[in-house]
């Protein structure tokens, strides 16, 4: 079945450091993909999406290229902020079945 | 324009005891969704709705939960004689369309306590 695998957390950064955080899934057809953001007791947000290949979706500095030959969507930022410190969900959706698959999150904290 | 509204918030039952969990689409959308999250956990699908259908519920368990949206109202999902196994949180999101490709809206969700 369908899957998604995120970069084992939590993450711990510097204020202005890069961010990466890998995402790769499995899936059979053409999944659009997904990332979520989850601060601190509330929900979901959207912060990007791609829905076919080489597509970038890009959103508060944000950005991740839907790279079919890698099965990847990583999330870089090339200058992070304290206000990032979240939790990051890959997810996927695919045409077929409107339900979004999820990775296990990976727990952000930038430092001052 | 609201978005996606989930009450309670926080919802504590005893064991065996029932829980109701209310989620209002964003306007305009017809599509719901339910997620259930583990502590420490990503989001696992529960269940897909449109208005008085059930589309897909291969995420729910097979036995106490249910889950319906009526013509008129909130979609619910219920859970009887909950066990300690049931704490997590809730999650609702709406879509306006159902496509693959359309974003699904998220509520606040609520955080239900087995006692």
């Known amino acids: 079945g369908n899957s998604v695998t995120q970069m084992e957390g939590p993450v711990t950064l510097s204020e202005e450091a890069f961010l990466t955080i890998n995402c790769t899934y499995t899936?059979?057809?053409?999944?659009?993909l997904f990332w979520y953001v989850q601060y601190p007791g509330e929900g979901l947000q959207l912060l990007l999406k791609?829905?076919?290949?080489?597509d970038k979706g890009s959103n508060k500095g944000f950005e991740a290229t839907y790279r079919k030959e890698t099965t990847s969507f990583h999330l870089e930022k090339g200058s992070v902020q304290v206000s990032d410190s979240a939790v990051y969900f890959c997810a996927l959706s695919d045409l077929g079945a409107q339900k979004l698959v999820f990775g296990q999150g990976t727990r952000l904290t930038i430092n001052p | 324009n609201a978005g996606v509204m989930q009450n309670p918030r926080h919802l504590v039952r005893r064991r065996g005891q029932e829980a109701r969990l209310r989620c209002s689409p964003m306007k305009g959308h017809s599509h719901v969704y339910w997620y259930r999250q583990l502590p420490e956990e990503g989001l696992k699908f529960m269940v897909y709705?449109?208005?008085?259908?059930?589309?897909?519920e291969s995420g729910m368990p097979k036995e106490r939960f249910s889950a319906e949206f009526p013509k008129e109202g909130p979609s619910i999902l219920r859970i009887q004689q909950v066990v300690r196994g049931d704490s997590a949180a809730y999650f609702c999101?709406?879509?306006?369309?159902?496509?693959?490709?359309?974003?699904?809206?998220f509520g606040p969700g609520t955080r239900l306590t087995v006692l």
């Open positions: 899936a059979t057809g053409y999944p659009s």
């Open positions: 999101a709406s879509s306006p369309s159902g496509a693959g490709t359309d974003t699904q809206y």
């Open positions: 709705l449109q208005k008085e259908n059930i589309i897909d």
């Open positions: 791609a829905t076919k290949a080489d």
